[in-house]
């Protein structure tokens, strides 16, 4: 798959940061030529320490939570940049490097291969441990991969993986890079997903700002505070 870096073009606060991580040969790279050509590659190169690949979404205002009147079918393109890291085990450093500053996880393992999904704790543990605040909390998607691969000798049971992806707080979604299932959808709904976090995360912050505006603290005192200061003065 050929780099692509970010296009310039796109503001940062239209930029997502998308890292699909899993075991070696999941199809994270497979997937990601899905959604880049609509194709189904399958002879996808192995991934050697990290690929960069850009792909565009739109989102409507009222999924992202923009609301407030902005709706009526409007919608914002935002830029996913997805960061394909390699599941080889002498990547791994890599892998846990590209998690930094994500907006979005795809935690992929595949429907036939239960050593895949047995990983997937370790690579939670993995994104959790560098995750400092709840405020940079990336939405985490697990991912089935394969999915097409429904007759397999080994598959690994949708049921408890719903069942993982319950009990860990985190989405479920099966899809097929061959196929083309659900390809796009694992995309957007953690792009909208990772908006509506932001903005939430914003109008919070700005409804901080807005009340602390009001309030001044006088002398040193710690937690001694006056009326609101447009109150002062005025009449
Ligand atoms: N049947 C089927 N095979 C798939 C699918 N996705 C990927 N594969 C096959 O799985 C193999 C590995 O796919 P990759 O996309 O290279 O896997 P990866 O997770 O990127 O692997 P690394 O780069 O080594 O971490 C390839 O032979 C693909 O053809 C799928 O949806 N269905
Ligand atoms: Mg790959």
């Not at 990290?50 to 565009?56: E, N």
């Not at 719903?162 to 985190?170: D, P, T, V």
Request: one cysteine or more; charged letters at 25%; proline letters at 3%.
């Amino acid at each position: 798959m050929a780099a692509s870096a970010p296009a310039p073009a796109v503001p940062a606060d239209r930029r997502i940061k998308a890292v699909l991580l899993g075991n070696a040969g999941v199809g994270k790279t497979a997937l990601l030529i899905r959604r880049d050509s609509g194709r189904w590659d399958a002879d996808a190169t192995v991934t050697i320490g990290v690929d960069f690949m850009t792909t565009h979404v739109q989102i409507a205002r009222e999924a992202a939570g923009g609301g407030g009147g902005g709706g009526g079918g409007a919608s914002d393109e935002f830029a996913v940049t997805a960061w394909d890291t390699s599941g080889q085990e002498r990547f791994h450093t890599v892998a846990h490097t590209a998690i930094r500053g994500a907006h979005v996880v795809l935690l992929c393992y595949a429907h036939d291969d239960p050593e895949s999904f047995e990983a997937v704790p370790t690579w939670l543990k993995a994104v959790r441990e560098r995750v400092h605040s709840q405020d940079q909390a990336p939405v985490i998607m697990l991912i089935c991969t394969k999915a097409d691969l429904e007759a397999c000798d080994t598959p690994v049971s949708r049921d408890e993986a719903r069942r993982l992806a319950e009990k860990e707080g985190i989405r479920f979604l099966a899809t097929s890079a061959r196929s083309g299932a659900n390809v796009d959808q694992a995309f957007v709904s953690s792009a909208e997903e990772a908006v509506r976090i932001r903005r939430d995360r914003t109008r919070t912050a700005t409804r901080e700002m807005d009340q602390g505006a009001g309030v001044v603290v006088v002398g040193d005192a710690a937690g001694e505070k006056r009326a609101p200061a447009r109150k002062r003065g005025m009449c």
